[in-house]
Structures are given as C-alpha cells and as structure tokens.
C-alpha cells in the first residue's frame, strides 16, 4: 500500500483555514509535557502550512476522557509546547473543540497563526464517528490535513468524517510512515529480519502470519514468545501463557515457513511478578518450578543479534521482555543496540521499542521511527487504514 493519496504539496493553500489533525498523545507529568516527541513529528507539516500563509486549527485526542471534560486530559500543556517550539509564531488555545468561543478564536485566528483545540475526546461523538460532530469541525476550515499516523486506524471524527466533507490531504509525517512501513511490506532489501514482542501472541498474530512468508527471519521475544515455546513443549512453569492460542501456535511451527522462526534460547526467571523480585539467568528448559520469564536472557540476545547481521531490513516492534521493571529490560535495550548495529534500513514501532531506542541514545542510528503502534501493527496486517482510506486519491 504505497500512498496513492494527495498531499499538502498538491494542494492551493495560499491564505486558506486549514483543519489539521495531529496526534499530540504525549505525556504530561505534574501539567508539562515530558516527551515532546509527538509534536516535533507534527514540526515540518505545521511550518509547511504555515509558510503557505494559512490560518491553522489544529485538533488531537490526549488520552482516554470516554467522552466527557476531564482536565486531566487537557491539551492546553500541549499548547505551550508547541507556542515553545514556534517562537516566531502565535500559538492559541481553545478551551473547547465546539461551541460558541472556539468558533469566534477560529473566526479571529489570522494567516500565520496556529489554534490547538481542546481534547475532541472530550465528546463521546468523536470515537462514534459521529457526522454531526464532524461537521461541525469541518465548518471552520477550506480543507482538511491528516498527520496523525499513530490513530489512522480509527474511524473517528476528526480522522475520517471530516475527511468526507473537505478536501482531505496528507500531512508529511503520515506520508513519511506509509512510505516507510510500505517499504518493508512490500519492497524490502534482503536479508530482511522482523523482531515481534510484546506479552500476548493474539494481539500480533495477523502480523506474525502476514510477515512470516516475507521475511528472512522472524525473531519472537516477550511474553508472546512463552506460549510459542510451550507449544513446542517446554514446560514454562509460571510464565505468562495464552493456553487459547496453542493450537493456533502448533499450526505455525507446522508451516513450512516456519524454519524461519526463531525463539528464546534463555530466559531471565523471576520468582514473582515484581520489579524486585529474585532472578535468575536458566535455558528455556530449566526454569525454576513456579518460577516465570520476564525477559529474554543474553544468549537469546546474542542470537537475535547475530541473526540482525548482515540484514539489509530490519522491522521490530515490541519489547523483549517485563521493560517497566529494570531489571527486566536487558533484552529490549540489546535489542535496540543489535537493530542500530545491524547497519540495515530500519524501522521501529511501539511504544516500548520506541521508548528503548530513545533511552538507549540510538535514534539517530534508525532509518524511522514510527509514531504510531496500533496502526503499524494494522498496516503490517495488510489491513486498510480507515484515516488514509478517506484522503483525496491521486
């Protein structure tokens, strides 16, 4: 799925109000931004538009409201980042998506300038979908912008209705993922090498069996990979394993493809589920009785390592283990090395993968980056993103 949709460079937007959705889903600790990430991502879109002379209304979910006004969710810390980021240009605050005053800010806002608008998931209608609510966001603006790759996923409102009532473009950073995620599902130099973790195996099935034929090598860690080794017959003791997927994992090591595989040769046990909890270095045969794996131990690493080699294609997302507990986070910051090492074009995605590379300083080693999980995870399923679907066809 290259992009074969219009972007802001095919647009006239010369002194037009443009309606632009971002994904400003960053974390705010004690009411600042503590990882701006998400809006420097949005940086080269927004300072396109805004040489364009066009007054920019910005909108972005934060969080999970259900739909009603929680100032624990408000974007206004955003706002000031983003005014930080911009220093030569006025950046706005709405205190609502709707109503009365935020139409009177959007009538108001001059060309050069930018407004944030509050949380659309301060609306219940936002995540239905709901045309109303869409319409009432696309009367402020000439024409729509999506550079929220991390929620073209989702069919909402602000990523998707809008899109059917205005003519509807690609920001920078959406065309950057899909050019990048595409590269890899479709064109990969060879070797081509794909590191799947995560805890559940259901959650990365679809990606598992839609990568599986295109890859070189597939490397499993986390605790999605317990299930697959005890479906082989290893007895995981305690380990986190999806009894309703063994089966289905029996199925996959029967493939002929499935030589391909590559799982855990050690783990590192813990006696609890717990960030202090005793731990030990065993073979995925010798885990102590009642005792689970919480990581992926170094031998493993050293194989994945190993296997990355030489790769010209590297694709990883999730981590390799328990990563919120340090002690367990061995495996995904190896792994994060091993992928910056590989010298391949590469690509990560996930929030923990993400998290692993930026804390392990490597990110400039990375060919991208990917802002979002759940939509990666949907392209790489082969599946169609509703929030690119709806933008205007070349």
């Known amino acids: 799925m290259a992009l074969y949709k219009q972007t802001i460079r095919d647009a006239q937007l010369k002194y037009k109000k443009v309606l632009m959705r971002v994904d400003f889903n960053c974390p705010i600790k004690d009411g600042v931004v503590s990882d701006d990430t998400r809006i420097r991502a949005a940086l080269p879109t927004i300072e396109y538009l805004l040489e364009q002379n066009v007054a920019l209304i910005l909108c972005s979910h934060l969080g999970r409201p259900k739909g009603e006004k929680n100032p624990k969710y408000t974007l206004e810390p955003v706002a000031a980042r983003l005014a930080e980021l911009l220093p030569t240009r006025k950046v706005k605050f709405a205190a609502d998506c709707l109503g009365e ?13 930018v407004l944030l608008l509050e949380n ?19 009367s402020y603006a000439d024409l ?56 559940k195996i259901s959650d990365k099935l679809a990606v598992v069996e839609n990568l599986l034929p295109k890859v070189d090598a597939l490397l499993i860690g986390g605790g999605m990979a317990n299930t697959l080794l005890a479906a082989q017959g290893h007895n995981m ?6 009894e309703g997927m063994l089966d289905w994992c029996k199925h996959l090591l029967a493939l002929p493809d499935a030589g391909k595989l590559v799982l855990p ?6 006696a609890t589920f717990a960030a202090d909890a005793e731990n030990t270095v065993v073979g995925v045969d010798a885990i102590p009785e009642g005792w689970q794996a919480l990581d992926v131990g170094p031998a493993t690493s050293a194989l994945f390592a190993e296997k990355m080699t030489g790769a010209k294609t590297v694709f990883w997302n999730g981590p390799l283990g328990v990563f919120e507990f340090p002690a367990f986070a061995a495996g995904t910051f190896a792994c994060a090395q091993a992928v910056a090492d590989s010298g391949a074009f590469s690509v990560v995605g996930g929030g923990d993968s993400v998290a692993a590379i930026n804390k392990s300083g490597l990110a400039y080693r990375i060919g991208h980056i990917s802002t979002g999980g759940g939509a990666s995870l949907e392209f790489l399923e082969g599946k169609t993103l509703p929030g690119v679907a709806a933008l205007l066809d070349k």
């Open 237 to 242: 003791q305690s380990s986190l394993v999806e």
């Open 265 to 270: 040769v050690d783990v590192r046990a813990a």
């Open 144 to 199: 729509y912008v999506n550079d929220a790759f991390g929620t073209a996923h989702r069919a909402h409102a602000s990523t998707c209705g809008v899109a059917n009532l205005l003519p509807a473009y690609a920001g920078f950073l959406l065309e950057k993922e899909i050019r990048a995620l595409d590269s890899v599902l479709s064109s990969p130099d060879h070797p081509f090498v794909a590191v799947v973790g995560g805890a």
């Open 120 to 138: 659309v998931r301060y609306y219940a209608e936002e995540e239905k979908n709901d045309m109303v609510f869409a319409s009432k966001l696309a």
């Open 101 to 113: 005053e935020t139409a009177s800010q959007v009538a108001e806002l001059r060309f050069g300038e």
